[in-house]
């Protein structure tokens, strides 16, 4: 009725339409905002099942009040396979969420799965093929090239149009990572041991068939048809220093003991 009114009149209409639209948009925004804050609850109840009521009480204000800037900023979710850097044998599925932290750089968090109670498994830097061939010789030991994860359809970014994944992929294809997991969850429930040097694949009959069956099925992909898809993106030469298991050997991480300075 207020809207009918307001068209009658033809000084009465601007004002009331606007305040229309006006009460509208706040509407709308408060119930988005109101949207998220259930999903958070939602989530945080979920998760916290079987934690002391304190405990929940404090996670759920803490997820409503404070803002996680790093984690905000984290716009990219890829998924891909690392095998443990002296073990072609040991793989293990891990989720990244990224953040393009320069132009030559990207830095991700890396979880068993996407989901609320994802356990957190490691950390990966993404550097340009320019960076990486300045790095030092022994530093380069420690990083694996992109071009064949890519190509292979093995790495993917669920939920993004082919298109616009194709253009993501056709710049990282020549990129190199360092990734380290703090959980060898292919192992143990628990976090035990220190960080592990990862690997990611160069070639054909390396990644688990079976691995990559599972992780489609439950993600709705299809690897072969990515492979398909990807078909066009020129594949770089590897440079020198990358990728150094290939060569039958290769470095690990350690635990020893040490003097203590002071």
């Known amino acids: ?3 009918t009114r307001g068209t009658q009149g033809g ?3 601007g004002p009331g339409v606007a305040a229309s639209i006006g009460i509208g948009a706040a509407a709308g925004v408060t119930a988005a905002a109101g949207l998220l804050l259930g999903r958070k609850a939602a989530t945080v109840g979920r998760i916290g099942k079987g934690h002391p009521l304190k405990h929940r009480a404090l996670d759920l204000a803490a997820g409503s009040i404070q803002r996680k800037y790093p984690l ?3 716009s990219t979710y890829l998924n891909g396979f690392h095998m443990y850097a002296d073990d072609t044998g040991r793989q293990v599925e891990a989720t990244h969420l990224c ?7 990207h830095q991700c968090v890396i979880f068993d799965r996407n989901a609320p109670d994802a356990r957190l498994i490691g950390i990966e830097y993404i550097i340009s093929e320019e960076r990486f061939r300045a790095l030092p010789e022994d530093e380069k030991r420690l990083w694996h090239s992109h071009h064949y994860e890519v190509t292979s359809g093995i790495l993917t970014a669920p939920g993004i149009p082919d298109l616009a994944e194709h253009a993501y992929f056709e710049d990282l294809v020549t990129t190199y990572g360092k ?3 703090t959980w060898q969850y292919d192992r143990d429930d628990f976090p035990y041991g220190i960080p592990r040097l990862m690997m990611g694949f160069t070639e054909d ?13 439950r993600l709705g992909l299809s690897t072969a048809r990515k492979r398909e898809h990807r078909a066009d993106i020129p594949v770089p030469d590897v440079a020198p220093g990358a990728n150094a298991w290939e060569s039958g050997r290769t470095v690990q991480t350690r635990l020893e003991e040490t003097d203590f300075r002071r």
């Open 11 to 13: 000084r009465g209409s």
């Open 179 to 181: 990734t380290f997991h």
């Open 1 to 3: 009725m207020a809207f």
């Open 72 to 74: 905000e900023a984290m």
């Open 205 to 217: 009959g390396q990644a688990s068939d079976d691995m990559i069956r599972a992780r489609d099925d």
């Open 99 to 105: 953040i393009h932290l320069q132009h030559d750089l």
